[in-house]
């Protein structure tokens, strides 16, 4: 058997290790953490695997050991604490071993006391199926039933038992497969890929939260297409987000094709990826085109266009965020990131105003950066002349954001005044009138017919005001 250096484990698993040793069960540290440090990734989360009663040996380890946040879950005789040790702090669940059986219709697992060889072949992969003895006797041997160190060389990805019955037993494992494969940049084995295809809509009885906590994790890794490649190849993607999907494929009429807008968005995010761990953003990316199938339009004399594709995009991102349950805090800034995906493309192409850059800019407010970095991400010529040309037209427009922005002081992105301010100017009460006001303020700042002053916007609502107000008494209602 191989083993693992002292040096390579933090300390406190070992007294963990003597703990089990005094309360008679075999102790075992088991799954990603023993993968992860074979390959040497960081890791701050760690699964030990208890023979015996887990629930008494967790009251232990909390008491000996400081542990805080203790929560016990006496049911799946699983408790899960954090722990320090001086190579960090660690997030600790330890749990008795298992061997499961399920229903065809539930991926909740009938779950009964099993052995430690029960337990390891009922994991999903066979990098996740090594276990490290951490009692004295034995301690830091790797047992290894399923060639799982030969499967981290290889870099590849396999099921300790049949793929079928592994993906039939816990349809998740198949999402995992996918994030996987991207995170570490695995291959998954052929039957892999192909029991998958056969059990894709299985993944329905899986939480809508369960299956986008995976879909997140693959967005949040180095290649995200990798892994969404293997989504849409194995008809995971079209059971979880059929929305997505449908942008697969390249039509012809007349001999005119459009490109496949599923791919291209998979370049995007690729292309997004190094320059921003932001996940709404990533996932903006991803749904940036999502409307591209709804609005696609030929016509003989233009050929194919996609009018409205990034309004209509906003509406189809909101019906998303609700039915796969997303928070909704970053809705809106998703939908920004649509609508406004393809604003910085004409300014680029010609000679811009200081009006059009500063209505980017208050359009865009403290989130330009980001959508400069999305309409970059968003160039997948595979032409580099044309790519070089039209990142150099975007730079042009950064550097005149930056002039109007120095000049203007519009760098806090907001109006120099707000809906407040000229309620308490005006004395009004909160109304359409006091939106029209505001309106117009804004629009006279943007277009450069007042500059980015408060006195000078004071001024103006004043004037704008007594022209409504003469209006009004004219007969002519607003």
């Known amino acids: 058997m191989t083993t693992i250096p002292q040096p390579s484990i933090p300390e406190i698993l070992y007294r963990i290790g003597d703990m089990a040793d005094r309360s008679g069960v075999g102790c075992y540290l088991v799954g990603g953490y023993v993968r992860d440090m074979m390959m040497q990734r960081p890791c701050t989360d760690i699964d030990i695997m208890v023979i015996g009663d887990p629930v008494p040996f967790a009251k232990t380890v909390r008491d000996e050991l400081n542990g805080r946040n203790f929560v016990l879950f006496e049911r799946f005789r699983t408790a899960q604490l954090e722990l320090s040790d001086p190579m960090g702090t660690f997030k600790v669940e330890l749990v008795g071993a298992r061997k499961e059986s399920y229903n065809s219709d539930s991926r909740k697992p009938v779950t009964l006391i099993g052995t430690l060889d029960d337990d390891l072949s009922r994991r999903d992969f066979t990098i996740n199926s090594l276990a490290l003895v951490l009692n004295r006797e034995g301690r830091n ?41 991207a995170q570490l940049d695995f291959t998954l ?102 409307a591209k199938p709804a609005t696609k339009r030929f016509s003989k004399s233009a050929g194919w266009s996609f009018h409205g594709h990034d309004a209509v995009g906003t509406r189809i991102v909101a019906k998303l965020f609700r039915q796969m349950h997303w928070p909704l805090d970053p809705l809106d800034y998703v939908q920004k990131m649509v609508r406004l995906h393809h604003r910085p493309i004409p300014l680029s192409k010609e000679e811009i105003s200081d009006s059009a850059i500063r209505r980017l800019m208050f359009d865009a407010g403290e989130d330009l950066q ?101 209006e009004t008494s004219g007969g002519r209602k607003q």
């Open 141 to 181: 041997e790797i047992i290894d039933h399923f060639h799982g160190r030969e499967d981290l060389g290889a870099r590849i990805l396999r099921t300790p038992l049949d793929p079928l019955q592994t993906f039939s037993d816990d349809p998740l494992r198949m999402m995992r497969a996918a994030r996987f494969a």
């Open 189 to 290: 084995l052929p039957e892999v890929l192909e029991a998958m295809k056969v059990m894709s809509e299985r993944i329905k009885i899986v939480s809508i939260e369960r299956v986008s906590h995976e879909l997140f994790k693959i967005m949040l890794s180095p290649r995200p297409s990798k892994g969404l490649i293997i989504l849409y190849e194995t008809g995971l993607l079209k059971e979880i987000l059929p929305e997505v999907a449908a942008m697969a494929g390249i039509e012809q009429v007349d001999g005119l094709g459009h490109k496949d807008t599923l791919f291209h968005t998979f370049k995007v995010i690729d292309n997004l990826a190094p320059h921003s761990d932001n996940l709404w953003l990533r996932m903006a990316a991803l749904l940036h085109d999502i």
């Open 370 to 470: 980001d959508l400069m970095n999305l309409c970059r991400a968003d160039v997948t010529s595979k032409n580099p002349r044309k790519v070089l040309r039209i990142m150099s037209n975007f730079n042009h427009v950064e550097k005149k954001i930056a002039e109007v922005g120095e000049k203007d002081q519009l760098a806090k992105w907001r109006p120099p005044l707000s809906g407040e301010d000229i309620m308490t100017t005006l004395d009004l009460s909160e109304g359409k009138m006091v939106g029209i006001i505001k309106k117009r303020m804004e629009n006279a700042v943007i277009d450069g017919l007042i500059p980015y002053d408060r006195d000078a916007a004071l001024d103006y609502i004043r004037q704008v005001y007594r022209e409504l107000s003469d």
